[in-house]
């Protein structure tokens, strides 16, 4: 029977060799990133890296559960902190059983959102204190950030009636345009404190553009 590995010795790996790669891709209800993640993994493909493509909340059969209840569960009251709290813990089981064991391996591991996402949405949308953020953050993955993120930016009306010509609004894209203007403002605070890490791509602008910006991102890191 195959033993997975321990999480510490994982841990090990990606400190010593940093093996994989960790992109994650951000942004409000709207900005593209399904359309565009698909174009980026087959980038990284062709420059010859193993891609996992995965998702938060969910890449994981418990992942997926909780990303039932905190996106289609419109009924359910669900405070900031719990919020916050059902996040982390579909992180939590992302972490160990998808993201770590990808990345001791060498691939490179392809997210639709992660802890940014937790700072701009839960932090800057809900008004939860950033440094309960900050504390779950250190406790779960203190030795792990995104080698790149992409940040796809646009105005808010702009985003949500994208979002709102799609058939089914979940819990999130159900919200106020000021809850979403917080979350955006976050998201800029975010990429203005971490400029190297996180990159801004006007999604605003036609598919082409947007594309040829990611590529020439890409290329600058030495990624494709």
Request: glycine letters at 8%.
């Amino acid at each position: 029977m195959m033993l997975s590995p321990d999480i510490n010795q994982i841990h090990a790996v990606i400190m010593n060799n940093r093996l994989g790669k960790f992109i994650t891709l951000e942004g409000i209800e709207g900005a593209g990133k399904s359309t565009h993640m698909p174009f980026i993994a087959a980038l990284l493909k062709k420059a010859g890296r193993e891609v996992i493509l995965t998702r938060e909340p969910g890449g994981t059969a418990l992942g997926e559960e909780i990303r039932k209840t905190l996106l289609m569960q419109k009924s359910l009251e669900i405070n900031g902190d719990t919020e916050l709290l059902l996040m982390f813990a579909a992180r939590a089981q992302h972490l160990k059983g998808v993201i770590y064991p990808a990345l001791a391996q060498g691939k490179t591991v392809l997210c639709d959102r992660f802890t940014d996402s937790s700072y701009a949405y839960q932090g800057g949308g809900r008004g939860v204190a950033i440094d309960k953020i900050h504390r779950l953050e250190q406790w779960l993955h203190a030795d792990l950030k995104p080698d790149l993120t992409f940040l796809f930016d646009l105005p808010v009306k702009v985003g949500l009636s994208r979002a709102n010509a799609r058939k089914h609004i979940d819990r999130f894209e159900s919200e106020a345009v000021s809850f979403f203007q917080r979350v955006r403002e976050a998201y800029l605070d975010l990429a203005n404190t971490n400029p190297e890490r996180i990159r801004i791509i006007n999604a605003e602008a036609d598919i082409k553009s947007v594309q040829k910006t990611i590529v020439m991102l890409l290329k600058e890191q030495g990624l494709c």
